[in-house]
């Protein structure tokens, strides 16, 4: 187990390197010159210029500003704003927020994702599994931002059940509606998972094997079908995690949240480089340690799966 593990972190530095490399490439590719655009329409006196770009290393080749960043990371010093605000500490604000909110949405669409595709599994063909398949095909053929205004119009202006919009009062309650927006498309994809994967179990041999030995109904769907159904399941989840996260964009922009999404829509009309390549590299973090997360569970549900 412990060679497993440390065998999946040393394939996570490759993905690490590549996937940073191919982030600083892009935002170095970006067009416009983000330190010009500080001056706006009255410019910026060249003297400046040049300083601001020998203090972020802007006036280096491509390779060598991708190592001093690198070696950044190694120290944990991700560089500083335009502005000259320590990049951490901006993460340091909105990282908490949009972690809290994805773990809400990943709650909600893991929760009831996994018990309604369960029922209708349980009971294929009947009424109630063609109207969770007819409601889970509508919410994934609705883009995100419709779901999000459409929603916070009727519950949050109409209704007012929830506050509309979250601004800087980041609780459970104001929370709750941007995340089960967030969490709307990837629910109704864990419920067809879900419904698929307990529906052709219900027919599987082992299922079959407990069924004739006596065991009961509900020992037989807890124990033997819904815990091999859960193995794509689980999978699907962990790397929607990071997904979440980094598609939090739109939510957080629909209600003003000031989460990693707004940050990372404000750094890259800014042209902050330093920001937006930092946030995205923690969300690369995110999602690789997600996948090692779920990797490890695969043992937990399935005892035919062994770590060679």
């Known amino acids: 187990m412990a060679w497993y593990i440390g065998r999946r972190v040393l394939q996570m530095i490759p993905v690490f390197l590549g996937a940073t490399l191919l982030i600083y490439a892009m935002v170095f590719a970006l067009p416009g010159d983000p330190v010009l655009a500080l001056g706006g329409d009255r410019g910026l006196n060249p003297a400046v210029a040049e300083q601001i770009r020998a203090e972020f290393n802007l006036d280096k080749p491509f390779i060598v500003q991708y190592l001093l960043y690198l070696k950044g990371i190694l120290t944990l010093d991700f560089g500083t704003t335009f502005s000259g605000r320590e990049v951490i500490d901006v993460m340091g604000e909105a990282f908490p927020v949009t972690f809290k909110l994805a773990i809400m949405a990943l709650v909600f669409e893991g929760f009831f994702g996994i018990v309604l595709g369960l029922v209708a599994g349980l009971r ?12 889970s095909l509508l919410v994934i053929a609705l883009p995100t931002f419709v779901i999000g205004f459409v929603v916070q119009f009727i519950v949050g202006v109409k209704l007012r059940w929830l506050p509309p919009t979250v601004g800087g009062d980041v609780s459970f309650q104001t929370l709750l509606m941007p995340a089960i927006v967030l969490g709307a498309v990837s629910f109704a ?13 219900l027919t599987a041999d ?11 109904r509900n020992r037989v769907v807890t124990v033997h079908v819904l815990r091999n159904s859960l193995i794509p399941v689980v999978t699907f989840l962990g790397s929607d995690l990071g997904g979440l996260m980094a598609g939090a964009i739109v939510t957080e922009g629909i209600f003003n949240i000031p989460g990693v999404g707004n940050t990372l829509y404000k750094a890259i009309q800014q042209g902050q480089a330093p920001t937006v390549v930092s946030l995205v ?3 690369v973090v995110v999602y690789i340690v997600a996948n090692l997360f779920v990797d490890l569970l695969y043992a937990a549900l399935d005892p035919r799966i062994r770590y060679a």
């Open 281 to 283: 590299t923690v969300l």
């Open 189 to 201: 994809y864990v419920l067809r998972l879900t419904r698929t994967s307990v529906s052709e179990n």
């Open 206 to 216: 082992f299922v079959r094997t407990a069924t004739a030995k006596g065991l009961s």
């Open 124 to 135: 294929k063909g009947g009424f109630f599994d063609a109207t969770v398949l007819l409601v």
